[in-house]
């Protein structure tokens, strides 16, 4: 028989990792719910047409898309992010301004699977639409700030950028398109395909025969317009004023075309080279209305959870929760006993686990063992006979016996409950 494996850049997330997954979930759900987020819950797939509108030089949509025509002749796509799917909600609903959601789920993309990059991973995001405020930008830089506090990541750093309005970025752009095709011929031959496509892209590219072009490059600072200049300022002074650390890094473009204003990267400095953007957002005025709606600020961030993850395994914080069974029932006698003891402590709200198959003695501890419990409770014949069970403590291997009746009593107080 042929078996399978998961595919390129997928993985099966197991215990006890899945527990920390759905943990870190829940901590985001608990920061950004109380800063008056409601959460959202988009489709996984949605016409095509939804993610063209990230941009047409950004990679995720020309080259990494997971698109195909269902059988219904509809040209579809797994999202390879939640923002366009916020934004056609938006559209979609017409929520009452300003609109705050979060969101956690996969996205995918088909990229070159490595460690910290897959094909299919998971985020957690917020979204605010309909508020051009500079004080919304540092609050919800603040709120991924204060969720990676919470996780307990400390080597966390955090770049910001403006790229403008739309008019800026494009003088910008054709500003920098200027400078690199005057010396083409310095630049890599893949930074020469960049060029064609998205001269800012050019600026993110880490090969050193290009780092002297890039180091001479027109500087996005001079291209601001005054308001989108004055906003960058503010944005800056209110991060200040709520303590939140930042470097200014005009070189910071983003790897979708979405974005105007205010744009940021969270690094982690605990990682290798290829994965360490754990997260990034920003502003991206235009895309409620190219999306058909009306004329609608936003701004936002996504974090990826696998790369968090894994800085988190990297500063030894953010542990597995514990398992939550609490006492593991060890039935010698055919394994009715352990289906009815399991029942009453489960009733009673407390973890309970127990084995089957009428396994030995040794094998159940063992079991018992490795399932976490702190108490096993124990029947055997002479329990049976007298309507009895033995308590035991893992930890200490100390047992006493108690009547039936007092079982669920005496694991309340054995377990400080
Ligand atoms: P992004 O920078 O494409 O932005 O993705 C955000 C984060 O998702 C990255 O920093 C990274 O941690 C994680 N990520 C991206 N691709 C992969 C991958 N292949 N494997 C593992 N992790 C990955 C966005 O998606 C925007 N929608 C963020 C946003 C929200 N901007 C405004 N609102």
Redesign the pocket.
């Known amino acids: 028989m042929p078996t399978f494996a998961t595919s390129p850049?997928t993985r099966d997330i197991l215990a006890p990792d899945a527990a920390r997954w759905r943990h870190f979930q829940q901590v985001f759900a608990d920061v950004v719910e109380s800063a008056g987020f409601a959460h959202i819950i988009p489709p996984m797939f949605e016409d095509l047409g939804v993610f063209l509108r990230?941009g047409e030089t950004t990679e995720?949509v020309t080259k990494?898309m997971y698109d195909f025509e269902d059988k219904g002749g509809r040209r579809v796509a797994l999202r390879?992010?939640?923002?366009?799917s916020?934004c056609r909600a938006f559209v979609e609903h017409r929520p009452v301004v300003p609109w705050k959601v979060w969101y956690a789920g996969p996205?995918f993309?088909y990229?070159k699977?490595q460690q910290?990059?897959?094909?299919q991973?998971?985020?957690v995001?917020?979204?605010v639409l309909g508020v051009d405020d500079p004080q919304l930008d540092a609050e919800v830089i603040a709120l991924a700030v204060e969720f990676y506090r919470r996780l307990g990541l400390q080597g966390v750093s955090l770049s910001l950028n403006s790229l403008g309005d739309s008019g800026d970025r494009d003088r910008y752009a054709a500003a920098l398109r200027t400078h690199f095709q005057a010396n083409v011929d310095a630049l890599s031959e893949e930074s020469r395909v960049t060029l064609e496509r998205n001269p800012l892209r050019v600026l993110d590219s880490k090969r050193r025969e290009d780092a002297p072009l890039i180091a001479a490059a027109p500087r996005m600072a001079n291209h601001l317009s005054d308001a989108a200049a004055a906003h960058f300022v503010a944005v800056q002074s209110a991060l200040l004023a709520a303590g939140v650390k930042f470097a200014v890094d005009d070189r910071l473009v983003?790897?979708?075309d979405?974005?105007r204003r205010t744009t940021f990267?969270?690094v982690s400095t605990s990682l290798a080279a290829a994965?360490t953007?754990?997260?990034?957002?920003?502003?991206?005025d235009g895309l409620v209305a190219e999306l058909g709606g009306p004329d609608t600020p936003?701004?936002?961030?996504?974090?990826?959870?696998?790369?968090?993850l894994l800085a988190c395994d990297a500063e030894g914080v953010f542990a597995s929760p514990a398992s939550r069974v609490d006492v593991f029932v060890v039935d010698a006698v055919g394994g009715s006993a352990a289906t009815a003891i399991c029942a009453e402590l489960r009733a009673a709200g407390f973890g309970a686990d127990r084995a089957y198959d009428e396994k030995s003695m040794k094998s159940q501890m063992k079991s018992a063992d490795r399932s976490g419990a702190k108490v096993a409770i124990i029947v055997g014949e002479d329990e049976r006979t007298a309507g009895a069970a033995i308590l035991r403590t893992m930890e200490d291997g100390l047992q006493q016996t108690v009547q039936r009746g007092d079982l669920v009593a005496t694991v309340r107080r054995m377990l400080g409950r």
Do not use: K, S
């Open positions: 850049g990230v995720i990494e390879p992010e939640q923002t366009a916020v996205n993309r990229e699977p910290g990059r897959y094909r991973f998971d985020q995001g917020i979204e983003r790897g979708l979405y974005y990267e969270f994965h953007a754990i997260g990034g957002g920003g502003r991206y936003g701004i936002g961030f996504a974090l990826g959870l696998d790369r968090t």
